[in-house]
């Protein structure tokens, strides 16, 4: 069965620290998605990536780095020099591609993260 | 810019009332899906549309039901709302099988 594990429930660092959110996964299929999804305290989830299974490169944009590993099953997710901006909710999620109508999400159970200034 | 709009932010109803959520998104995406989140559950799907008229239940649909008569329009109903519904209600769009998708801003709502 499909599962996103995050492990970190609460992370709180300082203003310019880096910090790693954790995401592992399970499933069975070899075709797959992967998701980052940000919910601020407004409450509306911005969507921050999508990699596909056969997509190993790691990914930067900005101050944000995603490395995905196959090999542990995990698509780990790092801020760099964090903001108090950067305070969330973050979310990894896993779609896997299967016949039919259409495929879900399966979300973890999110790690907050509260930057200090 | 992808649009997602819930029809309230915070809505307060009584055990047994029969509650609409509104969901509507301006991009023309064929799926829709309606979740509910809670402390230390995460996201959970209760139903999704993958056109008009289609629906699929979630992980968790008893207790509620949908309705999308147009593209652009998914709602979720509540038939006779309870206490354990409270929570905050997430709809979400996308445009494909596999692509991302875009939530909007949710509805808490409150079933006293």
């Known amino acids: 069965a499909q599962k996103v594990t995050q492990a970190q429930t609460e992370i709180s660092v300082v203003e310019k620290e880096d910090v790693t959110l954790d995401c592992v996964y399970e499933?069975?299929?070899?075709?797959?998605?992967l998701f980052w999804y940000k919910q601020p305290p407004s409450g509306e989830l911005v969507f921050l990536i999508r990699?596909?299974?056969?997509?190993?490169q790691n990914e930067i944009s900005g101050r944000y780095s995603w490395n995905f590993q196959k090999s542990t099953s995990s698509f780990n997710f790092t801020i760099t020099a964090s903001q108090v901006v950067d305070s969330a909710v973050y979310f990894c999620?896993?779609?896997?591609?299967?016949?039919?109508?259409?495929?879900?999400?399966?979300f973890g159970t999110g790690t907050l993260l509260a930057v200090q200034p | 810019d992808v649009k997602v709009t819930q029809s309230s932010r915070y809505l307060v109803k009584r055990t047994g009332e029969k509650v609409f959520l509104e969901c509507v998104q301006d991009?023309?995406?064929?799926?829709m899906f309606w979740y509910r989140q809670d402390p230390g559950l995460g996201l959970r799907l209760i139903y999704f549309?993958?056109?008009?008229?289609?629906?699929e239940k979630g992980d968790i649909p008893e207790g509620y039901s949908v309705s999308r008569e147009k593209k652009e329009r998914f709602s979720l109903i509540l038939e006779s709302a309870s206490t354990n519904q409270t929570s905050m209600y997430l709809c979400?769009?996308?445009?494909?099988?596999?692509?991302?998708?875009?939530f909007g801003p949710g509805t808490r709502l409150t079933v006293t």
């Open positions: 999620a896993l779609s896997e591609i299967y016949g039919g109508a259409t495929n879900k999400l399966i």
């Open positions: 549309s993958y056109d008009v008229k289609m629906k």
């Open positions: 499933t069975r299929d070899t075709t797959y998605y």
């Open positions: 990699r596909n299974s056969f997509d190993e």
């Open positions: 979400a769009s996308r445009r494909d099988r596999v692509g991302e998708q875009y």
């Open positions: 991009m023309d995406h064929e799926n």
